[in-house]
């Protein structure tokens, strides 16, 4: 087959044409049955034309043209290194620095691959149900899904980059699960490779009763120009979990970090994001925390900073059971214009369906403030130094 050009609007009619082995595609992939669910959804609506996007420049995404061809898949050279990192995940492939494999009796980590036996990857199909989002196309086209799972009771930590190193341009899916063990306690640094093409990645995180996961994820601030990525993370919160996560990034040519977490009892949610944007970079964010038991409290901070031509928008939901009494739920968005070129758009939405919680949420749009930068004019710091130290006091505070 000769090179394909195709975007992604076009893809849901090339999925069993023989261009890429998929989940769909592959009858005993352990996804099939959910790839054809998402399959079938996807016939009776393009997720493209899903007005969850409707402030999120989709466009740019939708119109990008991918190249697929039918030779095998060399490796770019070119890219970032990948030796700094313990576990890495790249278009249906996972594999582990072998210096930092960690064994010991009882197990206490494993690869989840399709391509071993009793992987036990069929058993999350039920939490991979069609979205109607673009994450779907992630279920139905990637090659295979992988993941990683700690063993209960266990106290672990990782560095793991989803790369993009193979030299194409066509897209890259991953469907990736993550499943951490009851009362294990799991720090995670996330690195999202950057690389000229389009890429949709979907991460089902599992976080057991009493477990703990701490999530330092971190944005490629190279090649940024031409990278185009969407990823999605879907968070399950057993009785008693605990989660935390920490985003940073620049943005890029067009970027969705997309986070819906289903939150149980007794559980405690902390969500914070600083996205500094400059040049023509975008950065397209959602935090939806449905909490579905009492007791829980969540706190979601996401701020940015826009400069010159860049595109920032917000979508905030926080979501309250009637069964879920007891929820302290907080939500803030807060963003600093320092151009007039530069555009913020942040939406709130809040869905509470009992009276027995203390729910808030607050989300502005701002420049910087005179009064402080004159005071900081008084100590000596001129324009240039003293607005550097606004932008960075505002993203950490």
Known sequence: MAELEYNIKELRNLFESGIRLNNLKNESSPMH???????????L??????NFYKHMQISGFANHLNRAKADNKSKDLNVLNDVDYDILI?????????DNYITSKGEQFKLLTSYKRNNGLKLYQPYLKPTGRLSDVAVIHSVNPVGYKVMPDQTFSTSVMFADKYADNDLSCNLVIVDIGERANVSISEFVQ???GAKIIKVLYLVREGATLNIEREYDITNKEDSMSILESNFIQFPGSTLNINTISEGN???????????YKNCNTNVKGSHYLYDNYKNNSVVNVHHKGPNSTSKVDVRSVLEDNSYSSFLGEIKVD?????????????NLLCSSEATAFTEPQLDIN??????????TISNINKEHLYYLNSRGI???AGGDIIKQCFLTQ
């Open 322 to 334: 009637k069964t879920a009494e007891g929820v302290d739920a907080d939500l803030k968005n807060k």
């Open 194 to 196: 950057s690389k000229n």
């Open 253 to 263: 040519k067009y970027n969705q970090d997309l986070m819906f977490l289903d939150v």
């Open 33 to 43: 049955d959910v790839a054809r669910e998402c399959y079938n959804s996807l016939l």
């Open 45 to 50: 609506n393009n997720p493209v034309d899903n």
């Open 354 to 363: 009992t009276k027995e919680i203390a729910c808030s949420h607050g989300c």
């Open 90 to 98: 790249d278009d249906g492939l996972i594999s582990m620095n072998a």
């Open 382 to 384: 001129d324009n240039v």
